[in-house]
């Protein structure tokens, strides 16, 4: 079964702190997808980024930065000098790779970043 | 690209009301639909997927007499909560993703539902 844990619930920061969002999965699938969301106070969900299983190579966009480990089963997030305006929920999800139909999202229970000024 | 809309937001209804909820893909076909619920600071939790024209496909748990899919175009489907009850009270988000190319899937901004 596939399973995404975020262990921290909640974490505070000051603006232009750099933070760190932990996710840890399980999967017993050889090729997967990793994603990371972000759902601000309004609630939607906004897609910040898809990683495939075949693709270590960390990734920097912007002020985000991903570090994907398939040795430790981790893909981490980090915000470098945080701003207020990325104060949110942040949800790391796993799904099987599949070209057509389902694509099921397992989602982790979420990271509340709170950042103040 | 990849907007998905979400109607209404918000929905406020007397217990025993039926309640529907529709999700548009606005500029691209969506082979698949997913509809999800969250509860206050909890994680989303997949209710059931529906591919255009076929039955949707629920979860473990979740009563599909009691919330009813139907996905009758590439860019509708809809969840109808029927005879509602304040449990059924909470955040209902779908999402859809295209049958073209290898793409993810992208939400709309959620529905909050509240029955009195």
């Known amino acids: 079964a596939q399973k995404v844990t975020q262990a921290q619930t909640e974490i505070s920061v000051v603006e232009k702190e750099d933070v760190t969002l932990d996710c840890v999965y399980e999967?017993?699938?050889?090729?997967?997808?990793l994603f990371w969301y972000k759902q601000p106070p309004s609630g939607e969900l906004v897609f910040l980024i898809r990683r495939n299983s075949f693709d270590e190579q960390n990734e920097i966009s912007g002020r985000y930065s991903w570090n994907f480990q398939k040795s430790t089963s981790s893909f981490n997030f980090t915000i470098t000098a945080s701003q207020v305006v990325d104060s949110a929920v942040y949800f790391c999800a796993l799904s099987e790779a599949r070209n057509t139909g389902f694509q099921k999202l397992v989602f982790g229970t979420g990271t509340r970043l709170l950042v103040s000024p | 690209g990849a907007v998905v809309s979400q109607h209404p937001s918000r929905v406020i209804c007397k217990s025993g009301t039926s309640v529907k909820i529709e999700c548009r893909s606005l500029d691209f076909q969506a082979t698949t639909m997913f509809w999800y619920r969250q509860f206050p600071k909890q994680s989303l939790m997949l209710m059931a997927t529906s591919n255009e024209g076929s039955k949707a496909t629920y979860e473990q748990g979740v009563e599909k007499d009691k919330f009813l899919i139907n996905h009758a175009s590439l860019t509708l489907s809809t969840l109808t909560v029927t005879s509602a009850h304040p449990e059924d009270s909470s955040f209902y988000i779908c999402?859809?993703?295209?049958?073209?190319?290898?793409?993810?899937?992208?939400f709309g901004d959620g529905t909050r539902l509240s029955i009195l």
């Open positions: 999402s859809a993703r295209s049958g073209v190319g290898n793409q993810p899937q992208h």
């Open positions: 999967t017993r699938d050889t090729t997967y997808y």
